[in-house]
């Protein structure tokens, strides 16, 4: 990638919108909309970081979900707190756990129908 590429694509990320981008890179803009349309290999590094982003988006709600389940617990087990409260929080922690409870369940699902696959993919002896 050329490095006015790469300034446009770290634009991107630090910026509220193309057109943003574009200004604070100094590409012209016909040119910046023909490398997302057309350029693979810009293409595939714009992916990649939006991956990269997503990653970690994800890990950061992970950390804090675990830290409000914990909230959520102390408030529960808190003597000075009242009844209303912690059926609210008992309340919140089981609308939130079923649907992600569902989701792990069909994420190891998948992994084992994956690695079943993988497993019938490598006995199969293609040289008959």
């Known amino acids: 990638m ?3 590429q790469v300034k446009f694509l770290s634009e991107l990320f630090k910026s509220s919108s193309v ?8 590409v012209a803009e016909s040119t910046a909309y023909r490398w997302m349309r057309e350029n ?15 990653d970690e988006v994800s890990t950061q709600m992970q950390v804090g979900f675990s830290d409000a ?10 003597d000075h707190v009242s009844a209303q409260v912690k ?3 008992i309340d919140c922690l089981f609308r939130n756990a079923r649907p992600i409870i569902e989701e792990v369940d069909i994420l ?3 992994q084992e129908v ?3 696959i993988q ?9 008959d």
């Open 2 to 4: 050329t490095p006015k």
């Open 19 to 26: 057109a943003e981008a574009i200004k604070n890179s100094g």
């Open 40 to 54: 693979e290999e810009f293409k595939r590094e714009l992916q990649k970081r939006k991956t990269q982003a997503l």
């Open 69 to 78: 389940v914990q909230e959520l617990l102390e408030i529960i087990r808190n």
């Open 87 to 89: 059926i609210n929080a």
């Open 108 to 110: 190891n699902r998948l």
């Open 114 to 116: 994956e690695q079943k």
């Open 119 to 127: 497993e019938e993919g490598e006995r199969v002896d293609f040289n």
